[in-house]
């Protein structure tokens, strides 16, 4: 059970929980299992619209790399720099981002694209990108403020419970935020340049998915393993 409240509600809080704890009960609960399918699909998902939603990844945790606060900054420099001026600027997409998760979990995604076979070109020569990457210092200090604006932003009281209930659940100590933020800080270029092996890595997966145009998946069918209807009825 979390709560975040005033000291004087906490007190009346819990004089009133028993209550609510009488009726959840104390019995135990069988821990649920689930069968996950990594199976690679390459979904080709078939909508009436004009535009694309394409995106690529992996996890990096099974090729063997770490996580590491510098992936807070590749994440900036890839969705700000790479992926904007190569997807929205150049190819005319509404919008494109990139993620590196704790978990491993890596992907670019673009939406509202109109563009599919290029755009998973992007994706895969991010490689090439990284392995030159050279930014004079005040460049790079740029996206390390980007970067630290986006992890220490003034939080509500409410917001400071979900971010403590959701750091006890994935065992996120007050160490580890700590140090992500140190790392963050101290990211050079050479430790983006660094990364992109793994890109690579990743993208040679060929993990990908893409919702769009029925003609236009139909059209580069053979990159699918298979394509679905979104709206059978």
């Known amino acids: 059970m979390s709560v975040t409240n005033e000291a004087d509600d906490y ?26 399918d990594t199976t690679q699909k390459n979904e080709g998902l078939l909508t009436p619209g004009k535009v694309q939603y394409v995106v690529k990844g992996y996890n990096f945790r099974k ?17 700000m720099d790479y992926l904007w001026n190569r997807i929205r600027v150049q190819g005319g997409a509404y ?25 998973l070109s992007v994706y895969d020569a991010a490689e090439d990108y990284f392995q030159t990457f050279d930014v004079a210092q005040r460049e790079m200090t740029k996206y390390i403020i980007g970067t630290i604006s986006k992890i220490d932003v003034p939080l509500t009281p409410s917001m400071k419970g979900e971010v403590a209930t959701e750091r006890y659940f994935t065992g996120i100590s ?38 769009g145009n029925e003609g236009k998946l139909r059209a580069h069918s053979k990159i699918f393993s298979h394509l679905v209807s979104v709206f059978e009825g």
């Open 63 to 79: 090729l063997g790399y770490g996580y590491h606060g510098s992936l807070l900054v590749l994440r900036t420099i890839a969705s």
């Open 174 to 211: 007050h160490e580890d935020v700590q140090r992500t933020r140190e790392e963050v800080l101290g990211t050079g270029k050479n430790d983006i340049k660094k990364y992109a092996e793994m890109v690579g890595d990743a993208m040679r997966e060929n993990y990908f998915c893409v919702i």
């Open 11 to 36: 007190r009346l809080f819990r004089s009133s929980f028993p209550i609510i704890l009488d009726e959840i009960g104390d019995s135990s609960s069988r821990k649920a299992t689930y069968q996950i």
């Open 95 to 119: 919008g494109s981002f990139a993620r590196f998760s704790r978990n491993g979990n890596m992907y670019f995604c673009s939406y509202r694209d109109p563009n599919l076979i290029d755009t």
